[in-house]
């Protein structure tokens, strides 16, 4: 049974974090939980992400080992590009479906603004990979005009 108290502290727009426990081992699960509440018997149930199938009945004994990590009312889904100019505290990577940890999905708060440096530096380093990139094309063009 989960307590007033624990289920006050709930948000309902959350993404929880469980560790998955080796009797629960599966291919089929993310350890991402979202709340289900089931209002006729009064049960909550977190729910995993990858299919949905998958529940544990929330108790004040359990409680604890769910953690709140994002808030889906909080944040925007962003593509990777966008989501690393994004500083740590400001930026979130889980998995919330069946794609599973091999196809997270990036989020980032909707009041975060892109960090300036973060942004220097991505263009720093496309800026060095390009200049790479163009060199090692010059000396391919330079081989092939001498092969003439």
Do not use: H
């Amino acid at each position: 049974m989960l307590s007033k108290s624990n289920r006050d502290k709930l948000v309902d727009s959350g993404l929880y974090c469980r560790k998955i426990r080796d009797d629960e081992k599966d291919w089929c699960r993310n350890g991402t939980y979202t709340i289900k509440s089931n209002r006729e018997n009064d049960r909550v149930l977190m729910t995993d992400t990858y299919v949905g199938t998958y529940s544990v009945d929330l108790t004040d004994e359990n409680f604890d080992e769910f953690a709140l990590v994002m808030d889906f009312n909080l944040v925007t889904k962003v593509g990777y590009e966008s989501y690393r100019e994004y500083t740590d505290e400001n930026r979130f990577n889980f998995a919330v479906d069946s794609g599973g940890w091999q196809y997270s999905k990036y989020f980032i708060l909707k009041s975060a603004k892109p960090d300036v440096a973060k942004r220097i530096l991505i263009l720093e380093d496309e800026i060095k990979s390009s200049e790479f990139f163009l060199e090692q094309r010059k000396k391919e063009l330079i081989k092939l005009k001498e092969m003439e």
